[in-house]
Nanobody, 115 residues
Framework: QVQLVESGGGLVQPGESLRLSCAAS????????MGWYRQAPGKQRELVARISEGSSTNYAGSVKGRFTISRDNAKNTLYLQMNSLKPEDTAVYYCNRAPSAVLSWGQGTQVTVSS
């Protein structure tokens, strides 16, 4: 069964940075576009960053210029570098295939931005 394990979240102050990781197993990671999604309390899950199998990237307007998605196909790992964090970035962050999240969701990693 496909497994996605997110890590790296935490509590930070506005303006600080975090790096999230997603370890993928039991599927051919390198062949697929992947994405980072987030779900804030009371809101729908949204795709915030996407990376193609060839490492082309796309970002939601709300994070463009602050977040960077990357991948290491040798390690089956997806990353999200988040800089200049804002309180509105507070959410549970998940990884999955993109743009259609067809894999079973992992547990996610909580990111809280608060002073």
């Amino acid at each position: 069964q496909v497994q996605l394990v997110e890590s790296g979240g935490g509590l930070v102050q506005p303006g600080e940075s975090l790096r999230l990781s997603c370890a993928a197993s039991r599927f051919i990671f390198r062949m697929y576009d992947m994405g980072w999604y987030r779900q804030a309390p009371g809101k729908q899950r949204e795709l915030v960053a996407r990376i193609s199998e060839g490492s082309s990237t796309n970002y939601a307007g709300s994070v463009k210029g602050r977040f960077t998605i990357s991948r290491d196909n040798a390690k089956n790992t997806l990353y999200l570098q988040m800089n200049s964090l804002k309180p509105e970035d507070t959410a549970v962050y998940y990884c999955n295939r993109a743009p259609s999240a067809v894999l079973s969701w992992g547990q996610g990693t909580q990111v809280t931005v608060s002073s």
